[in-house]
């Protein structure tokens, strides 16, 4: 394969884009009641009114919110995490956000697009406080934000209707609806949207010989790409009480992707090409969840079950043509079908009270499978196809997993509690097919947590936890990347990383209801994932994932929220955001010490300037960071941003329940770069071969979006 293809998948598109609270008497040994907020509250019948900061729905309603979304994000000092849903298991997917001081019970549906579902008028208030306090999930988190929904029986509902306008002129739509009932304890939430995100992007390569500087290949680039990712998702819930609950969930997704490239080729010798690459996946998701839970003694136990259902059935095609789009010279073809099955059991107890601690206990059981087949051909001037064998491209992958875990957490004195965590899991992990091998997996990851208050509204909070890394099956399988001219080995042996994890966390209220936080984190990481040579039956070596040593991860990050209305500028809000980091590592072909592979800049910054004055709103938010870069066994691959990404925003609110905004894009028209460092036949010859230079832009795109609530029956002042 030729290294002349340009990597253009979705991926690579992301580097020009730049993530009824319940009522019980606090237990006696719990410190004094943090001081809330200037227009924040403190509400007496939360069961964390002594550990949390407090918003009711009207500090929020300078923003105008539309969703609980809105209001997540405008909650000071607060920063989104939204989980991973790709990873196993159910513990290993949280973000930090409950609803009514529980843990949703989806997983494949994002926190962003969950919050997206409910509707402003439906949130009575929000607490920001320590993960402890709401289950061991979220044990050791320094924020987790609870959202408390109220009781009043109503309708809330939501239309959205956007439209794009992307720098060739296109015009992008798109529609959302969402609808919440409540009757009694009961409720129903209904959500539907079209989900699609045409980007166009364009750019150039520039393929030079790494010693003389010489060009050898110039290429025009155009990209056109379409995710579209429509959904439909409906949840109940009956809620009786604290601790007696039912929850149904579920989530139908059939997303596809799809990205087609023209590339004018300009050759050192004169030759002119017109090449052209496609990549088709359809890739559904279906989801059906829930969650029960009932009152036992002075405790709760509570059942949790959740089925998933992926499939992909991906199509990738590159073909090299002569000028004008023919004759066809040759090219190859990828055709990928997967199912990916994730069933998952959680059985817990907790206790408000057991012997002075706070105490929970649970087992989770998960059972995954990957059945995969990856057929990649090459295809020659007259049309041939000729099969090429990969080292697994043919697979079954499956996992039986379960984990025990207990918590217990107590205050030590009236400012300074503490927990405890300790969680087992053993796992019999199974591949079949082109390759076998069974292991058995076992780890102890116990926690500790402190968390104190001094007074003087000063927060601090100290961690250290061991973790165990979730393998991606996809990792286990080879496929090739047609865009980059490389291929990925499957890899039959690879481990899961482990590590011990250290967060400081210090924090205090600014300026009335303005907060500043300083994180400092430190990683000790042993069995690290990233790149490996591997060989297949003939002695051919890939690049593949696998495990490479021990490595370390320091950074420091402050974040400020801080309102200037002290400095006479009324309704301006500015926040910020800075991180630092530095990541070393062994590489496993020079030995000597580097950064880690993945997104690991060593520093990102983000801030906002936002304005609120009546029925308008207006702001902009600038972000930049370092380049992050993956150390491949067959190149060294770096991307950066040329310059900080900015977007802004306008807003008016005609009236109460109607939002007209104006979006405005990469205002700076900011390009993506990447670069590679290629060498032949891999790394083990350190002698560079050639250097890549890749420059993308989706330049300026404009949005309008005009929001409509409905209802209001649902909203209320109290729980």
Do not use: C
């Not at 008497?25 to 004094?32: L, N, S, V």
């Not at 990549?279 to 949790?304: H, N």
């Amino acid at each position: 394969m030729r290294a002349h293809f340009l990597h253009a998948s979705a991926a690579a598109v992301a580097l020009v884009l730049p993530q009824l609270a319940r009522a019980q008497t606090p237990p006696p040994d719990q410190p004094p009641p943090a001081q809330a907020p200037p227009g924040a509250t403190t509400a007496t019948a939360s069961p964390s009114n002594s550990r949390t900061n407090q918003y009711d729905a009207s500090y929020f309603a300078p923003f105008a919110p539309r969703t609980a979304l809105d209001i997540a994000r405008q909650v000071p000092g607060f920063s989104l995490q939204l989980g991973d849903s790709d990873v196993r298991g159910f513990a290993g997917a949280v973000g930090n956000v409950v609803i009514n001081g529980s843990r949703p019970s989806a997983k494949s549906e994002s926190l962003e697009t969950l919050l997206s579902r409910i509707p402003a008028g439906s949130v009575v208030r929000v607490e920001v406080g320590p993960g402890d306090l709401y289950g061991a999930d979220y044990a050791g988190k320094g924020q987790v934000l609870n959202i408390v929904l109220s009781a009043v029986s109503g309708f809330d509902g939501e239309v959205s209707a956007s439209a794009q306008r992307r720098y060739t002129g296109k015009i992008v739509p798109n529609l959302e609806a969402t609808a919440l009932i409540k009757r009694g304890n009961s409720s129903f939430n209904l959500s539907a949207g079209t989900g699609i995100g045409d980007i166009m992007e364009e750019g150039s390569d520039s393929l030079f010989e790494f010693d003389t500087g010489d060009l050898l290949e110039y290429r025009r680039k155009i990209n056109t790409i379409k995710p579209r990712n429509p959904f439909i998702s409906g949840s109940w819930a009956l809620e009786n009480g604290s601790n007696n609950a039912i929850h149904l969930n579920a989530r139908y997704a059939p997303s596809k992707f799809d990205l087609t490239q023209t590339s004018h080729v300009t050759t050192a010798e004169g030759e002119i090409r017109d090449d052209f690459l496609i990549q088709a996946y359809k890739t559904p998701v279906i989801e059906l969840g829930g969650d029960i839970s009932r009152p036992i003694g002075a405790g709760a136990v509570k059942f949790v079950a959740l089925t998933t259902r992926r499939k992909r059935d991906n199509f990738d095609a590159q073909y090299f043509r002569g000028e004008g789009g023919s004759p066809t010279l040759g090219g190859f073809e990828q055709f990928q079908k997967a199912s990916l099955q994730e069933t998952i059991g959680r059985l817990s107890y907790s206790r408000p009270s057991l012997f002075g601690f706070s105490f929970e206990s649970g087992l989770e059981v998960a059972f995954n499978k990957l059945d995969a087949a990856i057929d990649l051909f090459e295809i020659d001037d007259t049309g041939e196809r000729d099969r090429i064998d990969l080292p697994i491209d043919n697979a079954t992958v499956s996992e039986l997993r379960g984990e025990l875990y207990v918590n217990a957490g107590r205050a030590l004195t009236p400012q300074l509690r503490m927990d405890l965590g300790l969680r087992y899991e053993a796992s019999r992990l199974k591949v079949r097919g082109d390759a076998t091998a069974d292991r058995d997996l076992r780890f102890l990851k116990p926690s500790i947590t402190l968390d104190w208050r001094p007074g003087g509204s000063w927060h601090g909070q100290l961690s250290l936890r061991r973790t165990v890394a979730q393998l991606d099956f996809y990792d286990f399988i080879s496929a090739a990347e047609l865009a980059s001219d490389r291929i990925n080995g499957g890899n039959a042996e690879l481990l899961p990383q482990r590590s011990w994890e250290a967060r400081l966390l210090a924090e205090r209220p600014i300026l009335g209801d303005g907060l500043v936080k300083l994180e400092l984190g430190y990683d000790l990481v042993s069995m690290l994932q990233d790149r490996v040579l591997i060989f297949d039956d003939d002695g051919k070596a890939f690049d593949a994932p696998g495990n490479i040593g021990t490595g370390r991860r320091q950074f420091a990050q402050f974040t400020f929220d801080a309102p200037l209305s002290s400095f006479g500028l009324s309704g301006v809000r500015w926040k910020g955001n800075i991180m630092v980091q530095r990541t070393r590592v062994e590489d496993p072909i020079w030995l000597t010490q580097r950064s880690w592979s993945n997104f690991y800049p060593w520093f990102n910054w983000f801030t906002e300037l936002r304005r609120d004055s009546g029925a308008f709103s207006y702001g902009i938010a600038v972000s930049d960071r370092a380049k992050f870069t993956f150390f491949r066994t067959t190149e060294i691959d770096s991307n950066r941003n040329l310059g900080p990404f900015a977007t802004a925003f306008a807003e008016y609110r005609p009236d109460g329940k109607t939002t007209i905004r104006l979006d405005i894009d990469n205002l700076f028209d900011t390009a993506a770069e990447r670069q590679r460092i290629l060498y032949q036949p891999n790394r083990t010859n350190p002698i560079p071969s050639f250097f890549e230079l890749r420059e993308r832009n989706i330049h300026l795109t404009f949005g309008l979006t005009v929001k409509r609530s409905f209802g209001g029956g649902a909203t209320g002042t109290g729980n």
